[in-house]
């Protein structure tokens, strides 16, 4: 079984696109047959390249995120995606008010619960601050997208 992950945020330019990144080479590092993908709850970015600062983060870690485009998050996402992981509670809000149904509810996760269980943790918006904002985020991210890629790997073996 494939696994299709889906990362979500506000704008799909700066938090999300970054995990995108950032999981996908962690998955083809270990040669797994996974699909990631990243969204925004917002329409305010559709079509645009990642924030500057995120892209330039991202290849001061060796990934390239200069190619993906911004989308807003659908309804069929729920369909397409067997795990959801939201940046913050904000986000977690508007994926789960758009949910048909608990199938879709129980897909939904803060994506910092897999480091720390239940602590509903919000991976801090960088969008209005400076640099250090962008690698704390790549740093939360990385060990996050660290444990979800095991988790991965756990299930496929299975
Ligand atoms: P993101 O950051 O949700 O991590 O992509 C933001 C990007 C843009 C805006 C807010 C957050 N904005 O308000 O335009």
């Known amino acids: 079984?494939?696994?299709?992950?889906?990362?979500?945020?506000?704008?799909?330019i700066c938090r999300s696109p970054l995990a995108e990144g950032i999981l996908r080479?962690?998955?083809?590092?270990k040669g797994l047959k996974a699909?990631?993908?990243?969204?925004?709850?917002?329409?305010y970015h559709i079509d645009a390249t990642p924030d500057k600062r995120s892209?330039?983060?991202?290849?001061?870690?060796?990934?390239?995120i200069s190619k993906l485009r911004a989308r807003q998050f659908i309804r069929e996402d729920f369909e397409r995606f067997d795990r959801i992981?939201?940046?913050d509670s904000s986000n977690y809000g508007d994926v789960i008010r758009m949910a048909r149904h608990d199938a879709d509810r129980e897909k939904v996760h803060m994506i910092l619960?897999?480091?720390y269980p239940d602590s509903n943790m919000s991976v801090p918006d960088p969008y209005y601050g400076g640099e250090q904002g962008f690698e704390n985020v790549f740093m939360l991210l990385n060990d996050a997208c660290d444990t979800i890629a095991s988790a991965?790997?756990?299930?496929?073996?299975?």
């Open 25 to 29: 080479d962690k998955i083809e590092k």
């Open 35 to 43: 699909e990631v993908d990243s969204a925004g709850t917002s329409n």
């Open 85 to 87: 992981y939201v940046m």
């Open 55 to 64: 892209v330039l983060n991202a290849r001061s870690h060796g990934i390239d």
């Open 152 to 158: 991965i790997e756990n299930e496929l073996k299975n």
């Open 113 to 115: 619960n897999v480091l």
């Open 1 to 12: 079984m494939s696994k299709k992950i889906l990362m979500v945020c506000l704008g799909n």
